[in-house]
């Protein structure tokens, strides 16, 4: 089993693990800060997500800033010549874009993991089949090595591997983050019921947001 699969399988007991299975979920309960495990002292905390710099379909830099105080959003990692679960992703991705796209408070970021192909222009043609707006979805390059660290901050991964199909090894989760750089939960991507349960999430988050004033 390569580093990738063993990243896709425990990729939620590490996300749940302070929280028993047996333990009712409660419909009304917030949403709580997913922790991640700190390489240096070996315990679970509050984690946000570091700064980043990219570039979008429309050549305009995304940042932190792009989304913090203002709008939670949706991440994940694919390529566009993915010949296995990027297509299904998308599609439940797009299901939630359809969902949100009148709500200025939520908004989608996307990153290409194979950057010698999804240049600019070719993630702007992505986008525009797909028959998305920009200040809605971003789809972003830059750096490689930018773009594999950050996926470990998602607590995903991406990984250039010649054996495998397409070229890469990359999680299917997408990620729910908050207005304030945080992991509020995540879904296997190419299951719908599970994104469909993720757009329950989202409505919650945005709940205690206007519940807070």
Known sequence: MNKFWILYFSFPILLFACTPKEKPVDENASLPIIKKLDKETKEMVEHTIRPFSFINQDSQEVTNATFLGERVYI???FFIH???????VKRNMKNMYDYFEDNDEVAFLSHSIDTRHDTVPALKRYAEALGVETNKWHFVTGEKAEIYEIAEDYNSSALEDPT???????SGYIILIDKKGHIRAFARGTDKDDTDRLIVDVEKLLKEYKDEG
């Not at 993915?82 to 299904?88: D, M, N, Q, S, W």
């Not at 495998?164 to 990359?170: L, N, Y």
């Open 164 to 170: 495998a199909p397409g070229g890469f090894d990359h």
């Open 75 to 77: 991440a994940d990692f």
């Open 82 to 88: 993915c010949p296995t679960i990027c297509p299904k």
